[in-house]
T-cell receptor, first 118, second 114 residues
């Protein structure tokens, strides 16, 4: 159980275009999802927290107008990289929080999306 | 902000050897999680720890939640080639609020020589 599906697994786009990445919880409802960015050989950096039905909470330094997050349903959150530039090339990973009790929250990750902007 | 110090940064070991890695913090955490990430994939949960002092095993893996709530370790016994990957610790602080955000260590890259 608690499977998170992320799509696409990789994408190449031209500079100036927008790219949408989807994150779906397949067998559970995820009221909270997280979006991370990972640079080569680096750790995961939290970009934003996505709550179903409300605006996402962005971490300091993350441009909310560039990285649009929509969490319109309990099973789907999307990250749209708008007007992508080569420096946006990275590995983007989503995660969903599992569980109803704060003390026992679990976190399941998607398989990631490799974005390359050319 | 809260930070996790994970060590070692990398390890090169012989198949069959035991492995130990740890994470420490100056802040208290109420949850410690250990993940393994392989190239081009998202992290996969190995072990979750929710109580100070908790010792949990998952096959050849054993992890403990430190009594002080500021550290955790992961041991892998009798390593095999498929153990290769990057291991991340992640903690959720007591000040995570309703979001329960995770903070990640910088990872330990494990290489196993057959």
């Amino acid at each position: 159980g608690a499977v998170v599906s992320q799509h696409p697994s990789w994408v190449i786009c031209k500079s100036g275009t927008s790219v949408k990445i989807e994150c779906r919880s397949l067998d559970f409802q995820a009221t909270t999802m997280f979006w991370y960015r990972q640079f080569p050989k680096k750790s995961l950096m939290l970009m934003a927290t996505s709550n179903e039905g409300s605006k996402a909470t962005y971490e300091q330094g993350v441009e909310k107008d560039k990285f649009l997050i929509n969490h319109a349903s309990l099973t789907l959150s999307t990250l749209t990289v708008t007007s992508a530039h080569p420096e946006d090339s990275s590995f983007y990973i989503c995660s969903a929080r599992v569980g109803q009790v704060f003390s026992n929250y679990g976190y399941t990750f998607g398989s990631g999306t490799r974005l390359t902007v050319v | 902000g809260q930070q996790l110090n994970q060590s070692p940064q990398s390890m090169f070991i012989q198949e069959g050897e035991d492995v130990s890695m740890n994470c420490t913090s100056s802040s208290i955490f109420n949850t410690w999680l250990w993940y393994k990430q392989e190239p081009g994939e998202g992290p996969v949960l190995l072990i979750a720890l929710y109580k100070a002092g908790e010792l949990t095993s998952n096959g050849r893996l054993t992890a403990q939640f430190g009594i002080t709530r500021k550290d955790s370790f992961l041991n892998i016994s009798a390593s095999i080639p498929s153990d290769v990957g990057i291991y991340f610790c992640a903690g959720r602080g007591i000040y995570g609020g309703s979001q329960g955000n995770l903070i990640f260590g910088k990872g330990t890259k494990l290489s196993v020589k057959p």
